[in-house]
């Protein structure tokens, strides 16, 4: 091993904590919509997952750069007879270490630098499996005990094994809902049209879940988190993002419900415990108290609001998710 694979994922580490920084930042700043603040958290997942992006003038790392005073090292760009040049000709590779001349293959300025990163891939490659293995692990017992569920209609069910109602599953999911009702909810199930009893609402949130593929993007957020494991803010930035998820959910719930019903949903919330699970969305998680102060001051998303955050979000592609350029 020399490294190269680690190399690649340490400065995609780097490039995806600065954006993840800003974005978090900028979600405390501005006052916008949850469920439109929720999508910025793409963004760095994205800079997490690709080693690569366009060149652009505009782009932060060229600030980045000048500030730390380290090359960016690009793609050669290709050679064409054509008449056009292809897109991934102007894509450049981050070397914000400073640590390689060139790539394809990676050639370390100090021979050094090779055997400090072969060992250092050798450990985080032991450790990044070790965590994708033992949330296997998690996921395939969790779904050991909830065998037992009673399946009531459709893709509800019941189980003694939660105290509160959850999705659980990516490819099928299922809504599973604790084994003896909370204070307040409805004994019989009823159809989730206007939300009128307290179970009707956890329904309605549930399938609000299934709906946005929550539990699809829970799972990529955690394996980031597996990837990236040495770095101790991508698990912060994981806590946020899963908050922020369930915030987003809550808003879209009360956009189908309309605005007179938020204090019927908050004081739903209040009958269950806050359960944490790490690949379920569960109703009663993600800070009770939090999403309560949200729901009681949600404000319906305007059009100003719309083109304002589209505006915000093509700005924040064009310079985050972009390279200095040459």
């Known amino acids: 091993m020399n490294g190269e694979i680690f190399y690649w994922v340490l400065n995609m580490s780097i490039a995806g904590t600065v954006v993840g920084g800003v974005v978090w930042l900028l979600q405390r700043m501005l006052r916008l919509s949850k469920r439109l603040t929720f999508v910025l958290w793409f963004v760095p997942l994205v800079r997490l997952w690709l080693p690569f992006g366009a060149e652009s003038k505009y782009s932060l790392m060229g600030l980045i750069r000048k500030v730390t005073v380290r090359p960016v090292e690009y793609m ?55 965590a994708v293995l033992a949330g296997v692990a998690i996921y395939l017992s969790t779904a050991a005990e909830l065998k037992s569920a009673k399946r009531i209609r459709d893709r509800v069910y019941r189980s003694d094994k939660v105290t509160s109602p959850m999705v659980f599953g990516v490819i099928r999911p299922r809504i599973l809902l604790p084994e003896i009702p909370a204070i ?51 698990w912060l930035f994981l806590k946020q993002f899963l908050a922020d998820m369930e915030l987003a959910c809550d808003e879209k719930v009360i956009s189908i419900c309309g605005e ?67």
Not at 92 to 109: C, D, H, L, Q, R
């Open 184 to 234: 307040g909810a409805a004994g019989e199930l009823t159809e989730v049209s206007g939300a009128e009893d307290e179970q009707s609402y956890v329904l309605l949130h549930e399938q609000t879940h299934i709906r946005r593929m929550d539990n699809l993007w829970r799972m990529i957020a955690v394996l980031t988190c597996c990837l990236h494991w040495f770095n101790p803010l991508i």
């Open 76 to 130: 050669e760009q290709l050679q064409s007879e054509q008449y056009f040049t292809p897109f991934w000709a102007e894509m450049s590779m981050m070397n914000t270490i400073g640590a390689a001349e060139s790539y394809f293959p990676i050639v370390y300025k100090q021979n050094v630098y090779r055997t400090i990163f072969g060992t250092a891939e050798a450990i985080w490659l032991i450790v990044a499996l070790a």
């Open 260 to 326: 007179e019903k938020r204090k019927e949903y908050a004081s739903a919330l209040l009958d269950y415990e806050e359960q944490k699970t790490l690949f379920a969305s569960a109703f009663g998680g993600a800070g009770i108290r939090v999403r309560i102060k949200e729901i009681l001051s949600y404000r319906r998303l305007t059009v100003i609001s719309a083109i304002g955050f589209l505006v915000l979000l093509a700005v924040i592609v064009i310079t985050l998710l972009t390279n200095a350029a040459g």
